[in-house]
Structure formats: C-alpha cells, structure tokens
C-alpha cells in the first residue's frame, strides 16, 4: 500500500474564521518548515487574496501548491505586526521571503562596559559588554572614526591585559592620544565625563555636545580656571572644524542612501552612510529574492529586515518607493524612539548621492555575477576532476594549528555554491593528545564533528578536503569508518615539491595523487577552501594561546597583590623581562621572599609549583631563560 497524500490546503475555508484585526500569517510545508512569512492590516483580506481567482505569479503559485497548512498571530497594530514579522523571518528562513543575509563581519565601534573604557573597532557577535556604534560601511571608516576619538577625547585603545600591567605611561599618552588612566594621570570622574563626551559624538548628537562644552567653558572662566577654560575652547573648534567640513545640503545630516540594482532575481542593495556629517562610505549587499523579480518588494524587505537589526538615522532615501512606506516610518520610529524619514524624491546634493549610489549598485551586481559564474566554473571543474554525479552542495575542509604543540586548534570551514558559510565554521581546542601530533589530532577533530552528526541526524558535506598528506588523510578515513560515514569524498590537499601556491598535489579516493598545476578551476577552489580553513585555524590558535598565557599572569600567584605586582613589572621592565630572571634575581625584589620568587618563576614557566619542604626541587637559578 502506498503512502498516503497530503490533502491539499482548503485556503477558502480557512479564511472564513479569520479576524480582521492585523497580524501576522505563516504559511508551512508538509514537513513543518516555514515557507512563507507575511504581515497584513487586515489578516482575513490579506490571506484570502491568495485563494482568489486573481492571476499569480509562477513563485506565489508554488508555493500555494506546497503549503499545507497556515498559521497567524494577531497583533494589536499593523506597525506591531512588521515587527513581528521581521522577527519571524529572522528566526524562521522561510523559502519564498526576500532573506538578508546573515553576516556578522559588519565592523562597529565599540566603547566597552568596564570601569576604565576602553574605545576599539569590533567585528562578530555582540558578546563583549559594551555601547556599540555602526555598523560602518568599511573599515576604513571605522578607523577615522577612532582616530577622531582618540585626538578629541584621549580615551584608551589598549586591551585589558596590556592595560593592567603597565607601570608608565605608554606612546599614546606621549603623542596627546590617551590620558593614561593605566597609570592614574586621569582622575576617574573626569575620564567618566570624556567617555560620556565621547558616545555623544558617535551618537551624532556634535552640536548638543559642542553647546555643552561651551557651557562647561564658560564656567571654568568664571571660576578662573583658564587652562581648563582653554582646553575646553580648543575641543570645541576642533568639533566645529570638523562639522564644517564635513555639512551636506548646509547641514550636519544623519542619513542612509539605498539603492538597488537586479538582473532577473539577482538583487544588490547599496548603503552609502552619513552620521553627523560624515561619509561613511559604502557597503553592497545581496539579499536571497528566493525567486522575487521585484525591485520594490526586495528593497522594502531590505529596509524592514535591516533597521529590525541596526539603529536607522533620521533620514533614509531611497531611489524608489516601496509598499508600506509608511508604515516602516512608524515602525522603525516606535522602535528607536526617534523621528524617522523615508524619502524617495530629493534635489540638490542628496539627488548626487541617490545617482552614486545606483551607478555603485550596478556595478556591485555586475561584479557578483561575474564572480558567481567563476565560482560555479570551479566547482564544475572539481566535480569533474572528482568524478561526481553533481555539483558539490557543501564543502567541508579541516586543518590543524599549533606552535610546537602548544594550544592545538583545529578548524573545519563550510563553503557552499555561493561560497564560505561563515556562520557554521567550527573550532576545536584539541586536548588528551601528545603535544605536536597533527595525526591525532585530525582524528579527533574528524570524530567530534561527524559523531554529532550521526547521533542527532545533522548535515553532511558532499566533499571532506584535509589541509596535509597521506597521514592526515588516513586518521581521517579512520575516524569516519569507525562511525559508519559513507558517501562523503574525503580529498588530501598537500603541498608539492616546492611548496608554492599551484603545485599542490591532491590525494584523491581511489588512491591516485593528482597536480592539476595553477591554471586548473577546481585546484582554485581547493586553494580558496584550504585558505580560508588555515587562517581560521590560526586565528582560534593565537586567541588560545593567547588566552592561556593571559592566564599566567602576575595576578593568578597567591600573595601577589597590586603593590608586589607594580614592584616587579617595575623592577624588570614588564613581563617579558621577569619571565626572563632567575629565582635569585626576583627575590631581590623588594616584598618577595625566596618561596614567593619560586612560586612565581614556577607559574610563568609552566612548572609544577614547588613543595614547600622541598624547595631545591626547581632546577634553574640565576641567569635561566625562558625559550618561548
């Protein structure tokens, strides 16, 4: 007896029960997954508009054809509504919406959450406690942005660690760049004031500061403090001369330009950013049209999903108009709290910007579809070289990093048709193994990654490239036949006799080692695989290894307080030159005795920490040098 078929979606039915308030109806497949998300001002007029006997396009027509069932939430507005529905869409993926691509590498200014601020550029998830200001088109604009604060507000840019440990003031405090709250030459309330200062100006609140700095001015006169008084006066010129410089239409403007280009259902969106003033740059984007050819309903999808994530300015112009216009203004102004303008027809020096931003926006897509027949050339090319039946869906490639066996990391980055997945790279600290064993430590990278996706049903990649040689490839051939793991093609990629980009030679399945020289596609996709999969690996090993020595520090040693820690960096010159002393040399050191001095040169070079009855038990004295 065969299966039985799903019954088809009674849309007409369905609608009779629904409310006419506003909210939000999904649209779900037979297997549960969501295929569609939609908001509507009345849910019973909206929905029901999909089972009339209106012509639809092909894309609304299939997925009418796959639904199986609806669902919808109520929401006491239409503006509640969008939000909720960028939410879903977010959480969800649905087929059938225009997605914003998830990327996390927009770079932001971050003003950390800690006693002393400290003002630096971030990249990836928000975790670190702190104010984030962006994102910004580039990073080059991040880094003028920094530059700035630093000039006006002389906050720290220094990390944690270095921050600590310092017992003098460093560079930037000489060239007039920090305040060197590291050593106390800033009291705190008035480093608290600078910080304040500072989120001020990245807010693009400069003229409400500038007013401030006048009043605060105006106020050290009369209270005779003219140093005060004149350095107050030199911020605010300098505030001023850089408004004046940088005005747009007479101005300072907060505003974000978008415009979007499509070649069938390729879209590119384009930012081109101000905030107070200044230009940010600007940023393409290509948002998933899962099938839409329509500029306006890719664009106002862009615009929800967005600023549901990234604070708006107070004017965005756009180089067309788009459904719900409106709306997204009351939305986006209900959740900023903060007046927000959709513009669509502008003059004068924003209409220059409108153009820019069309030409860029072309040209980006133009780009893009140069570059996605390049990728889809390669990876017909390794198809090919590989013998399979298909293009690879997704390729999987792990490589191992250490520095003599020290914080072992092991990466496995994910490539897809369109290229790198970077929200499903993988890092494994390696442990339980003999320092320096790249064979063993495959494996066990090789073990855990694949024994989850056997015990929980997960994803396999079409192709397992192993950045090494023979050894590498057959710890890996082990640790997927000790889990029963068919049907991945698992490919060696080793260097060649010379060791240079091009001569690689690649271990294939059946036992042949291939070099298909530089010219070769699917070598280049190998290439870019393998690169991307080492620097990954190198950057959680420098973060590990880095983390560890961060752990060894002066503070971690019982009996080492403030006073003994200021004493010894002082003594030595930093860190670096107490690693480099003897057990006698430290115990020079005024408020260490000879156990403190043992105890010390055991934690900073990874000995067991000495036994008190046995004190002759650390080997070298006087004159030792840590090698590494």
Excluded at 536 to 562: C, M, V, W, Y
Aim: neutral net charge.
């Amino acid at each position: 007896m065969g299966a039985l078929k799903t019954p088809a979606f009674d849309g007409k039915t369905f609608v009779k029960n629904l409310s006419t308030a506003p909210g939000v109806y999904r649209m779900i497949a037979a297997d549960d997954s969501a295929l569609y998300v939609g908001k509507a001002g009345v849910l019973k007029n909206r929905v029901s508009s999909y089972f009339n006997a209106t012509p639809k396009s092909a894309r609304i027509m299939t997925m009418l054809a796959q639904t199986a069932r609806m669902e919808v939430t109520v929401t006491r507005t239409e503006a509640e509504a969008l939000i909720l529905e960028n939410q879903l869409i977010k959480s969800l993926k649905p087929r059938y919406n225009v997605l914003l691509r998830d990327d996390k590498s927009y770079p932001y200014v971050l003003m950390t959450q800690e006693a002393w601020p400290r003002i630096a550029m971030h990249r990836g998830a928000r975790a670190i406690p702190g104010r984030y200001f962006g994102p910004y088109a580039s990073v080059g604009a991040v880094r003028d942005t920094l530059n700035l604060m630093h000039k006006l507000f002389k906050l720290r840019s220094c990390e944690d660690s270095v921050f600590r440990n310092r017992s003098r003031p460093c560079l930037q405090h000489q060239i007039g760049r920090c305040s060197a709250p590291c050593v106390g030459l800033v009291p705190a309330r008035d480093y608290a004031e600078s910080v304040r200062r500072a989120g001020l100006f990245l807010e693009g609140r400069s003229d409400e500061l500038s007013d401030e700095l006048l009043k605060t001015m105006e106020a050290a006169s009369v209270r005779l403090d003219f140093e005060e008084a004149a350095r107050l006066r030199d911020l605010v010129a300098s505030i001023r001369s850089l408004q004046a410089r940088q005005y747009v239409d007479g101005r300072a403007a907060d505003l974000d330009v978008l415009a979007i280009a499509m070649q069938g259902v390729a879209a590119c969106v384009l930012l081109l950013a101000f905030r107070d003033g200044r230009n940010l740059g600007t940023r393409a984007f290509f948002p998933k049209t899962n099938g839409s050819d329509s500029p306006e309903e890719v664009l106002a999808a862009f615009v929800s999903q967005y600023y549901g994530e990234q604070t708006p300015p107070g004017e965005i112009v756009l180089d067309r108009d788009i459904p719900d216009r409106e709306l997204l203004e009351q939305a986006l102004a209900s959740a900023g709290e903060r007046r927000v303008q959709i513009k669509t027809s502008v003059r004068g020096e924003r209409a220059g910007y409108l153009d820019l931003a069309r030409r860029n926006a072309e040209l980006a897509l133009a780009s893009e579809r140069t570059s996605h027949a390049a990728q889809h050339a390669r990876a017909e090319a390794l198809s090919e070289l590989l013998g399979l039946a298909a293009l690879p869906a997704r390729i999987e490639c792990f490589d191992i990093s250490h520095t003599m066996g020290e914080a072992t990391v092991a990466s496995c980055v994910v490539f897809d048709a369109e290229g790198p997945v970077r929200g499903q790279y993988r890092r494994y600290n390696i442990s339980g193994i003999e320092p320096g064993d790249d064979y063993a430590a495959m494996h066990q990278a090789i073990d855990r990654r694949f024994r989850r996706a056997v015990e929980e049903g997960g994803v396999m990649p079409d192709v397992l490239l192993i950045d090494g040689g023979l050894g590498q490839v057959a710890q890996a051939r082990a640790a997927l036949d000790d889990l029963g793991v068919e049907g991945v093609v698992l490919v060696g990629v080793a260097k060649g006799p010379a060791r240079r980009p091009g001569d690689e030679e690649l271990l294939l399945p059946d036992g042949r080692t291939v070099r298909p020289g530089a010219e070769s596609p699917a070598l280049q996709l190998v290439q870019q695989v393998r690169d991307e999969a080492h620097r990954f690996a190198i950057t959680g090993h420098r973060g590990r290894r880095q983390k560890a020595r961060n752990s060894s520090r002066l503070e971690d040693i019982p009996g080492i307080g403030p006073r003994r820690r200021a004493n010894l960096l002082r003594h030595f010159g930093g860190l670096g030159g107490l690693k480099a002393a003897g057990i006698e040399e430290i115990a020079r050191v005024e408020g260490v005795n000879a156990a403190l001095a043992e105890r010390i040169y055991a934690t900073l070079h990874g000995l067991d920490t000495p036994d008190k009855d046995s004190p002759d038990t650390i080997g070298p004295t006087s004159g030792a040098r840590s090698e590494g």
